[in-house]
């Protein structure tokens, strides 16, 4: 199994631009989740998802949005990208434990800069 | 989703036990506790779960007062590689997508 993979791992944008960062596991788990770390600090939740055609916003949602037509792929977007968005983006998923060990798995990051 | 308080750095040195305090007084009963270990310039990666009293794995231990408001992450021995920031999360397990991270704990282990 790969994981969870991302793409790009890198991508430089000049404000105003749009962009879709892509996520993708293959362990069919149900939840999945964007999160953002600014340098020196800890992860903020952007958007996730319970399943295929349910996503829900987290605590930073504004200037993005998701979707989520698979179980499989859950991308992000950027729709007119601000300096205020560099930062580091991680995308994870997870499945309910129903008894189990409840892991969430991430992928490896897309760091991005907005000029 | 209950909130939680860790303290933002802590410093050892090799061969130590670190252990690691985490607040969350409002949480709920159903509500399980989750450490997570990031790296710099990777994501974070699951360390050890747990509800009640004391779970035990391979790389640490997490230890949980009868009333659960608090937990503690025990890293036995430490070495220069378990520099890393240390993040405790609450919530159900069994439903739900939303986790939500704290600030983390920095911790650095020195020669």
């Known amino acids: 199994n790969a994981g969870v993979t991302q793409t790009p791992k890198f991508q430089v944008l000049k404000t105003g631009q749009s962009m879709t960062l892509q996520c993708a596991q293959d362990?069919?788990?149900?939840?999945m989740s964007w999160y953002r770390q600014d340098p020196g600090m800890g992860l903020r939740l952007i958007h996730y998802s319970v399943g295929a055609g349910i996503t829900d916003q987290g605590e930073v949602p504004n200037g993005y949005n998701v979707s989520r037509s698979t179980t499989e792929d859950f991308p992000l977007r950027l729709l007119s990208a601000a300096p205020s968005q560099t930062s580091v983006y991680f995308c994870?998923?997870?499945?309910?434990?129903?008894?189990?060990?409840?892991?969430?798995?991430f992928g490896p990051g897309t760091r991005l800069t907005v000029l | 989703l209950a909130k939680t308080t860790q303290p933002i750095s802590m410093d050892s040195y090799e061969g130590q036990e670190v252990n690691i305090t985490c607040s969350h007084n409002n949480i709920a009963t159903n509500d399980y506790i989750t450490w997570y270990q990031q790296f710099p310039s990777q994501g974070p990666r699951f360390i050890i779960q747990g509800y009640k009293t004391k779970v035990t794995n391979e790389v640490a231990s997490l230890f949980i007062p009868a009333d659960r408001k608090s937990s503690t992450l025990s890293l036995p021995r430490v070495s220069l590689s378990d520099t890393a920031v240390y993040y405790c999360l609450v919530g159900d397990r069994n439903q739900g997508g939303k986790l939500i991270f704290g600030q983390g704990t920095e911790l650095s282990v020195k020669p």
């Open positions: 994870a998923s997870r499945t309910p434990s129903r008894g189990g060990r409840d892991e969430q798995f």
């Open positions: 362990m069919n788990h149900e939840y």
